[in-house]
């Protein structure tokens, strides 16, 4: 998405706050998500403090995974971290895992992700156009 509109200077990277390091990702997503036109082959990643420290924004799905990047990042920098719901869509809702789930709930986040991730690069967009702090 950050290629088709043209954004440069922009590095995403993907970890969990559950050590599954080094496990395929979950299958039935890697499937949807092909279905669409997605990549999603590789192993899955745990968050680093390094990652953290690096990170001008932390995106995370669920409350509970705020709550442990928390626990990982020293208090003056949680203003990094965001709900991807509330930044999205201003709901003070958690994205749920489909993992497991039926087939409605991985289309479901598939297409909630896709939708969500449209606002953040035009909010992203915003920013580098503007210099304003979007999140």
């Not at 201003?90 to 992700?113: A, F, K």
């Not at 991730?117 to 979007?134: E, H, P, R, V, Y």
């Amino acid at each position: 998405m950050l290629r088709e509109r043209g954004i440069n200077g922009v590095e995403v990277d993907s970890a969990g706050v559950h050590d599954y390091a080094g496990e395929p990702r979950d299958s039935t997503m890697q499937a949807y998500a092909q279905k669409a036109g997605y990549d999603l082959k590789g192993k899955a990643k745990f968050i680093s403090e390094e990652v953290l420290n690096s990170a001008d924004y932390v995106i995370c799905m669920e409350h509970f995974h705020v709550v442990e990047v928390q626990k990982r990042l020293p208090y003056v920098r949680w203003n990094r971290i965001h709900l991807f719901n509330e930044i999205c869509f201003e709901e003070r809702t958690g994205l749920p895992d489909p993992s497991g789930d039926t087939g409605y709930m991985y289309t479901y986040v598939l297409q909630r992700v896709e939708e969500g991730c449209g606002t953040i690069l035009w909010k992203i967009s915003k920013m580098m156009n503007d210099g304003k702090n979007f999140f």
